[in-house]
């Protein structure tokens, strides 16, 4: 099995944090948190890592390098300037196996990964998001996902607080085949969430796989201190 982990954002929120080096790699208990995400991969036999990297990208590649410390084989495909989530995904094609999780990489999200992938290949769909729904704990993140009795996709909006029709939010996993990368355009900066999930939700391509396992992110330090209580 193999895990694309997107951890080329700016993290600008967390810049009191993180201004000289890229967001997965802000401390926890003195521990890089990516490093968290990778124990957890390896401990499932999840050992195929493909890192999209970019800002400070170096100092990613630097402290895990191949992978070899950690059990893993890790590659690393490197944005020189920022593409997005489906542009870093583009540019990492040759990388990339038939099937494969994409992790953000500022997200942590303790389920079984490989009954991810069992969903998508049990299907003909082209996706698979994990979504979770906030009544079962709040996770600050607006809902964004709409889901009809079949559990597809319907809707995918950031839009404001209160939609009756956006039951779920994102959990920050994916599975995807890699005929994906045909939705891709093939220049420029490309949202995964913005151009890509409203051609796949058009054609009944993105399933929902609901956890009522929460997930934790780092996006903000407030989020970056209550995930630590995680680890330590």
């Known amino acids: 099995m193999q895990a694309v982990i997107l951890a080329g954002g700016l993290g600008t929120r967390l810049q009191s944090v993180t201004k000289d080096m890229p967001k997965p790699m802000a401390r926890i208990a003195g521990?890089?948190?990516?490093?968290?995400?990778?124990?957890?991969?390896?401990q499932q036999a999840i050992l195929d890592i493909v890192m999209l990297t970019g800002y400070l990208g170096e100092q990613i590649e630097s402290y895990f390098s191949h992978g070899s410390r950690f059990g893993l084989s890790i590659r690393y495909s490197r944005e020189s300037t920022p593409l997005g989530t489906g542009g870093a995904l583009r540019e990492a094609g040759?990388?990339?196996?038939?099937?494969?999780?994409?992790?953000?990489?500022?997200?942590?999200?303790?389920?079984?990964?490989?009954?991810?992938?069992?969903?998508?290949?049990?299907?003909?769909?082209?996706?698979?998001?994990?979504?979770?729904?906030?009544?079962?704990?709040?996770?600050?993140?607006?809902?964004?996902?709409?889901?009809?009795?079949?559990?597809?996709?319907?809707?995918?909006?950031?839009?404001?607080?209160g939609d009756p029709a956006l039951?779920?939010?994102?959990?920050?996993?994916?599975?995807?085949?890699?005929?994906?990368?045909?939705?891709?355009?093939?220049?420029?900066?490309?949202?995964?969430?913005?151009?890509?999930?409203?051609?796949l939700i058009a054609r009944k391509e993105l399933l929902a796989w609901p956890t009522q396992q929460r997930f934790y992110d780092i996006g903000t330090p407030e989020r970056l201190q209550a995930i630590g209580g995680l680890f330590t």
């Open 94 to 161: 040759h990388l990339l196996a038939e099937s494969f999780l994409v992790i953000y990489g500022d997200s942590y999200l303790p389920i079984r990964y490989a009954e991810v992938l069992t969903h998508l290949e049990s299907y003909t769909a082209t996706g698979v998001v994990v979504i979770y729904d906030n009544r079962f704990g709040d996770t600050s993140v607006r809902n964004n996902i709409a889901v009809d009795e079949n559990s597809r996709v319907i809707r995918y909006e950031k839009g404001p607080a």
């Open 31 to 42: 521990v890089p948190y990516l490093e968290y995400q990778l124990r957890l991969l390896q």
């Open 167 to 199: 039951t779920h939010v994102e959990a920050g996993v994916l599975a995807f085949r890699r005929r994906v990368l045909d939705l891709v355009p093939s220049t420029g900066v490309v949202s995964l969430e913005n151009e890509v999930y409203p051609k």
